[in-house]
């Protein structure tokens, strides 16, 4: 079949909160940008697709209803990149999951000539293989890879880091709030302005207001920033082996590393809060407040994630609600870093990022 470069084909896997938002910005963008045509082939959850063998336009506004009709099952991952490599004109595929195994397929996906955009994190915060994988099948085939909203949801964070490094600055130092959990956990644990909660109510209102997984240590754990972390290292050069090769402090006390459930761990934290109330007073005394951040030295090649104490007027500590803050010291930017702040999670604002990283793509495709 003749390549028409008047469409573009649009695979998406991946149907949840962030799925449903970037539907729904597609549906903006194909109406404001008639050419290349924007057609949906493909669309599945873990259970179910939506697809033609002849790559028939899918109505992008009822997809999510149609979806929910289909009796398909999904193709395989295999499967999927041999459908779409088959397709009549250039593919980008939206990974909208957490999948370690749709991650792990983004080399074979790739090396077809099939672009990727995704929320992601798990290909690029993975093994340090499956990175450099992901990145030679890309400039070997020529088709293109973003993830922007892998860290800090919509926030220009990686484009930015990018465009530092690619326009010759040097990037000393990064360093944040990357976790809307803890952001929140922390400005209402320990305010600038004093008081505050006990840590384990604290982390029982986050709880209930859905700011945590459904189980809080999976935040607490500081995996989730840790691979964040790893991300932006790699982006400024550091080949870091994986989100468990470096520093990471964990905040579940080790006696309740193992309880059962979400739940127990939650009725069992109230015996652990004068641990955390004493990080909490040892600031108060230095006139400083206690946050959880994630750190890269470029120079020193180190990377590490935990609890650090900041002045009251420190950016980090003014921070309020969930927001992220990421700081990129360089050398042109000199003693002033350069912050980008702002909501750091939500369906819309991550959809923001994928859309956008999708028009990057059509631009360059195209
Ligand atoms: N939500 C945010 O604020 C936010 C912020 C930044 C980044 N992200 C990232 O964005 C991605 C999506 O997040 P979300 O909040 O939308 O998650 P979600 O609500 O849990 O949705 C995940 C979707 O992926 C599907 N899925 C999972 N594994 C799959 C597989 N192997 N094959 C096909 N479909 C699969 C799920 O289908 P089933 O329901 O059938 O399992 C579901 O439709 C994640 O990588 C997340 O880390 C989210």
């Known amino acids: 079949m003749a390549t028409t470069t008047k469409q573009v084909l649009i695979a998406i896997i991946g149907a949840g909160g962030v799925g449903k938002c970037f539907l729904s910005q597609l549906t903006i963008l194909a109406a404001r940008r008639p050419t290349p045509k924007l057609n949906l082939c493909y669309i599945s959850t873990s259970k179910k697709a939506l697809f033609d063998q002849d790559y028939s336009a899918i109505g992008i506004e009822n997809a999510l209803q149609e979806l929910a009709a289909s009796s398909k099952a999904p193709m395989l991952l295999p499967q999927v990149a041999d459908y779409l490599a088959a397709a009549p004109s250039k593919v980008v595929l939206v990974d909208n999951t957490s999948s370690q195994d749709v991650a792990d397929a983004y080399p074979l996906f790739l090396s ?3 672009s990727i955009v995704t929320p992601n994190k798990k290909a690029f915060s993975g093994s340090y293989k499956l990175w450099q994988d992901i990145f030679t099948a890309s400039s070997t085939s020529g088709a293109k890879v973003y993830h922007e909203s892998s860290v800090g949801a919509g926030l220009p964070v990686i484009s930015t880091l990018k465009d530092l490094v690619e326009t010759g600055d040097e990037v000393t130092k990064i360093e944040g709030v990357f976790s809307g959990t803890m952001s929140f956990l922390f400005n209402s644990f320990a305010p600038v302005e004093g008081a505050g909660g006990q840590w384990s109510a604290e982390v029982k209102k986050a709880k209930g207001l859905g700011y945590t997984e459904p189980d809080p240590r999976d935040d607490l754990n500081g995996l989730d920033v840790a691979r964040k972390l790893t991300i932006l290292a790699r982006l400024a050069g550091l ?15 080790k006696e309740l590393e193992t309880v059962a459930s979400g739940d127990e761990f939650l009725e069992k934290l109230p015996a652990f809060d004068s641990q955390m109330e004493e990080t909490k007073v040892a600031a108060e005394k230095q ?4 946050r959880f951040v994630g750190s890269i030295d470029v120079a020193a090649k180190s990377v590490k994630v935990g609890l650090e104490m900041f002045d009251r007027s420190h950016p980090i500590a003014a ?3 969930s927001d992220n803050i990421i700081s990129f010291y360089t050398k042109r930017y000199g003693g002033n870093p350069l912050i980008i702040q702002g909501a750091g999670a939500g369906g819309e604002v ?3 990022g994928v859309t956008s ?3 990057k793509v059509l631009s360059q495709i195209v």
């Open 112 to 114: 077809r000539g099939i």
């Open 239 to 253: 080949p870091v082996e994986s989100p468990t090769s470096f520093p990471v402090q964990s905040l579940i006390p």
């Open 287 to 290: 006139g400083k407040v206690v």
């Open 319 to 321: 921070l309020k609600g």
């Open 350 to 352: 991550t959809a923001m």
């Open 357 to 359: 990283d999708l028009i």
